[in-house]
């Protein structure tokens, strides 16, 4: 089994975890249980996921692991519109993770396909 952090797709989502934390630490304080918290537990999520999938037996398994990723990382860019709409991030910074978003969901659609076509 392949090291998960060999991964262009698990190595670009960890930049967007500390590219997300850097854009989310001057959020209004009463946000760190709520927005800012939210918003760093989906980017998480989302090597995570994919590092805990590369670990499982089964392509089942893995290909069960990256659909929760989608999950997180739809529900991270839905709230980076939340945080640009109430202007918690700049339109600077959420450009940029939002399209690191959705490159990361581009490669994650391509890496699910070439798992389904391992089967």
Known sequence: MSNFR???????????V?????????????????LTSQIR?????IPSNIAEGHGRESNKEYLRFLNI??????ELQTQLEI??????LTDEDFN???EDSREIERMLVSFINKI???K
């Open 18 to 34: 500390t590219k997300t934390y850097d854009s989310t630490k001057n959020f209004p304080k009463e946000e760190i249980f709520g």
């Open 96 to 98: 940029t993770l939002y």
């Open 41 to 45: 537990r989906c980017s998480v999520s």
């Open 69 to 74: 990723l989608i999950g997180s990382l739809f």
């Open 6 to 16: 060999k991964l262009i797709i698990w190595q670009k989502a960890m930049n967007l």
């Open 116 to 118: 389904k076509d391992r």
């Open 83 to 88: 945080a640009k709409n109430i202007a918690y």
